[in-house]
Each structure stands twice: as C-alpha cells, then as structure tokens.
C-alpha cells in the first residue's frame, strides 16, 4: 500500500472523485470494512453500506444474545463509522431484490460483500423437520427481535417445551440454553420484544440438556461463556464427571490450548454439583450424538448413540443407543453462507472463493469484488476477528487502486440512493435508523428498560414515516 506522507504531499485535489465503495451487508464486517475505508489517507473514498434490513449492525443486533448486554454495547463503538461524514447508511435494500451484483459492478468503483452466513447447518438425521425440532438460528432471530423470525413456528415449539435438548458444544448452543434456562425476572431488563418475554416465561422449561459428539477437548465454547452457565439463578449445571476423564490426545491437546484447558479446569469445579430440588437442572453431555428425533405429531424425545473420538479427534458411533426425553430439539451446529446472484459460492465451505478477500471468479482475481467476515472465512471468530479481517480485505483493495487496477469513475454510473429510488425500492439511510433507534428507546422506556427491539417490519418502517412526517 503506498504510504502518502501529509507533509510532503497536500493529498488530491478536491475535483478527484472519491472511490465510490459498496458494502454489502451493514454487520461488524461490514462496518469494520467501512472504517478501514475511511481510516486510510491514500485513497478518498465515499462507502454505501448497504443492509437488508432497515437497521445496522447484523449479528451484533441480531446474534449476541439479548441477556449480554455488555457484548451488545459494542454497537455503540460500531456507529462510529457509520457517523463518518465518508460512510452512507443505506438500509432495507436487497441485493438480489432491489439491485443485483452486475448493478453494484455498473454503478459504484468497487463491491466488498460481507452478508455473513445466515442459513443454519442441518444435522441429517430422521425427523429433524419435526414441530419442536428448531434451528438456533431460528430461535435467536426471534429472541432478538429479526423482522423475518418464524414467531409462529417458534412459539408454537416452546409452549410445550419442558425437556430440552441443545444439540452442539459451541457458543451459540451455550447462548440458547441460557437464554432458555433463565427466569423471567433475568430477562426483564434486556431488549427482547415483550412477546419473547411473555413466551419464554410461560414456556415451562424443567431441564436443558446440551449435547457434544466429541469430547470436552473438543467442545469450540469458550470459557468465559462456559463460566456463566454456572451464574444462573435457578438453573445448575451437571457435567458427567467420566466424560471427563481423558485420553492421551485428549491430555495433550488441553496441555497445548489454552481455552480447552480452561474449559477442562472449569467442566472438574463442577463434576461434583447436585441438583437442589426446585432448581432446573442444564447437563452438558458429552461424546453423545443424536441420530433420530423421536416423535410423530412433535418431538418427543431424541436418540442418541454414545461415541468415542479417535487420536484425530474424529467421533464414531459405538452402537450404545438411548432415547432423552425432549419436547424442545435445538441444532446449533453452526451457519453456512449462501450465494447471491451473479456471485460464485463454494458450495461445500459456504463462502465466496477468494484470496486474501478478494473475490476469485474461476480461479482468477476479479477486479472490484471483495469479501470480508463470515462470507470470506466461514462462520468463526468474535465480532472483534472481523475488524482484522476486514482490514486484510481493505487493504487488497487499496493495493489494487494502487497498482492501477482499481480507479475512481470505473464504476461510472449515478448516485445508488438515487437509481434504488427511481427503481422503487425504499431506502432507510442514517436519520432514518436514528428514528427507528430513539423508537426503540422510547418504547423501552415505557417498561423502565433501555430499549425494546422493534421486531416487525411495519413498526420499523413506520417509526421512519413518523420521525419524516413530523419533521415536515
Ligand atoms: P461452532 O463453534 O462451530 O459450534 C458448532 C457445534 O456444532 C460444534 O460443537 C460441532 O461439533 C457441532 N456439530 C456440528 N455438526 C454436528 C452434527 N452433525 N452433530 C452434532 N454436533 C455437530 O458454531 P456456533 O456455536 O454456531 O458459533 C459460530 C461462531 O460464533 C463461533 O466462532 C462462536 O465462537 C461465535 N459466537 C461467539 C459468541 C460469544 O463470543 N459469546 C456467541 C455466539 C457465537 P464438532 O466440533 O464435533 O463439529
């Protein structure tokens, strides 16, 4: 990247048209894209930072869980870049609906997509599509407020849910059976729509089970929100202490990660917990994979066969089979990222083939397509992993208007805001979010609580139609 020293050279002159960026998808990836964008003196650029939906933030709105507020706030440090006078908020555009890639490619200088991975991964055992079997992905879109949730076929599985079985050891699985093992007065506070509130508290969880095919060597939660499971008010966490016993691979990849380590340190303080009556009991189980839900009209329980985990970590089935009782199934085997039209996927990896973020079209660069965050690396990583990764994709980009690749006017065409809007589409830009967002605030107040989530389309449009109405 050509480093321009602010002494020696005055910068371009004003007449220079910016780069004109479009970035698709307006979640931490995104805006870290944004802000590497406007963080660099090389180049001037002017971003759209396009959304789908009529707010920003992606999974830090509509992935972190309602009841860790701390990790939500990280919104705060994010609109920083979306105030920066460089970065345009364009919200409730579609790409794919409104404007495919080949008019993002006609229209703007270059194209950095970082949409994410928002389908959920499949367990391809019998009965999964069972009312009663969810998806995590489903669940946290509705306890989250996602416009798009499925609140009847959500509700519809919790209200008879009082076995619970959570089938993966990551983060995500650890948020839902939190969430799902708190009480009412736990939730109170945080930004959940009300009628998530009401349903979880009427829903009447007695026992969450989380199930691991491998070992607790294996398990990819980390240890900070493994140790909050144990800060629960009604709920206490049981762990097997003989699927804590280790083999030699096991042993030596504790001693090699420290995570794991701390996870195994964390597992043994709690090997010797009872459940008091009245408490509601959230076993982790281990080497333990589902291979049928159970059930005809719903789900009524899942089968699942013990394993054991070879020296390469791969689990295998040992024939030993068992029915747990369940009435809720949640797979949260991880998200899978899908395409877009006009945009090569790799199928098998759920991501957009590239180099280092820069889009690969048959194996070769394609000049002005970009990728960041869960669509360029899978679905790993905090929201802080994206901010490296997004800088790596910047930084391509900044290298190929460098070596000529890349210049401002190649895309050539008008201002987007104004050809989405004289192609009917409706964009919500940042004075319109800021409506929605003192929406919310209000709406939160009038239970004492910082903010409620608008959950439905309408009311999120409308609280944009209400602030411009009363601004005329
Ligand atoms: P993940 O960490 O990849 O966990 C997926 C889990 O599903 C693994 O335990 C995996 O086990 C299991 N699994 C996959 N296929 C399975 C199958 N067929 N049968 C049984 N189990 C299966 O994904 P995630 O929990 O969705 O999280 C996604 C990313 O978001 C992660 O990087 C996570 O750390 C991050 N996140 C972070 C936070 C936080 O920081 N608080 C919160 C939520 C999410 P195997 O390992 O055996 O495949």
């Not at 440090?77 to 970065?87: G, I, M, N, Q, Y």
């Not at 690969?360 to 899978?378: F, H, M």
Request: a negative charge; aromatic letters at 4%; one cysteine or more.
């Amino acid at each position: 990247m050509p480093v321009v020293s602010v002494e020696e050279d005055p910068g371009p002159p004003s007449s220079v048209p910016p780069l004109r960026v479009a970035v698709v998808g307006a979640g931490p990836a995104g805006i870290y894209a944004a802000e590497a964008l406007t963080r660099q003196d090389d180049v001037p650029v002017a971003v759209d930072l396009l959304d789908r939906l009529p707010t920003p933030f992606g999974l830090v709105r509509h992935g972190i869980a309602p009841d860790h507020p701390k990790m939500r706030a990280i919104r705060d440090t994010l609109h920083r870049a979306l105030d920066h006078p460089s970065v345009r908020f364009v919200g409730n555009v579609e790409v794919g609906r409104d404007l495919d890639c080949a008019d993002l490619a006609r229209t703007v200088d270059a194209v950095v997509y970082t949409y994410g991975a928002a389908l959920d991964r499949h367990l391809a055992i019998p009965g999964e599509e069972l009312p009663g079997s969810l998806a995590a992905t489903d669940l946290v879109a509705w306890y989250t407020g996602h416009p798009d949730a499925d609140r009847a076929r959500v509700e519809a599985a919790l209200a008879g849910a009082r076995s619970v079985v959570v089938v993966g050891v990551g983060n995500v699985a650890l948020d839902v059976a939190r969430v799902l093992a708190r009480t009412p007065a736990e939730l109170e506070p945080t930004d959940m729509p009300q009628h998530v509130l009401d349903a979880l508290a009427a829903a009447p969880v007695g026992s969450v089970t989380v199930l691991g095919r491998r070992g607790p060597a294996h398990a990819t939660f980390t240890t900070q929100e493994l140790r909050e499971l144990d800060e629960l008010a009604q709920a206490t966490v049981l762990v097997d202490p003989a699927d804590l016993e280790l083999d030699p691979a096991a042993e030596e990849r504790a001693a090699a990660d420290r995570v794991v380590s701390r996870n195994l340190a964390v597992l043994r303080e709690w090997a010797g917990h009872t459940l008091e009556p009245g408490r509601t009991p959230l076993r982790l189980r281990f080497y333990t994979r589902p291979v049928r839900l159970v059930g005809e009209e719903r789900v009524t329980g899942v089968e699942v066969e013990r394993t054991v985990v070879d020296a390469e970590g791969r689990a295998s089935g040992t024939g030993e089979l068992e029915v747990l009782p369940a009435d809720l199934v949640v797979r949260s085997v991880g998200y899978r990222g899908s395409g877009l039209p006009h945009l090569p996927l790799d199928e098998r990896r759920g991501t957009v083939p590239n180099e280092g973020g820069r889009v690969l079209r048959d194996g070769q660069r394609a000049p002005g397509e970009y990728v960041a965050g869960w669509i360029k690396r899978g679905p790993t990583g905090v929201v802080g992993t994206n901010k490296h990764d997004a800088r790596e994709t910047v930084a391509a980009l900044l290298e190929d208007v460098a070596a000529g690749v890349l210049r401002p006017g190649r895309g050539g065409g008008d201002d987007l805001v104004s050809e989405l809007r004289a192609n009917g589409a409706d964009p919500v830009l940042l004075e319109d979010w800021r409506a929605i967002d003192a929406a919310e605030v209000a709406l939160g107040a009038t239970r004492g609580r910082a903010r409620t989530t608008l959950h439905e389309w309408e009311s999120l449009l409308a609280a944009v139609k209400e602030a411009a109405a009363r601004a005329r």
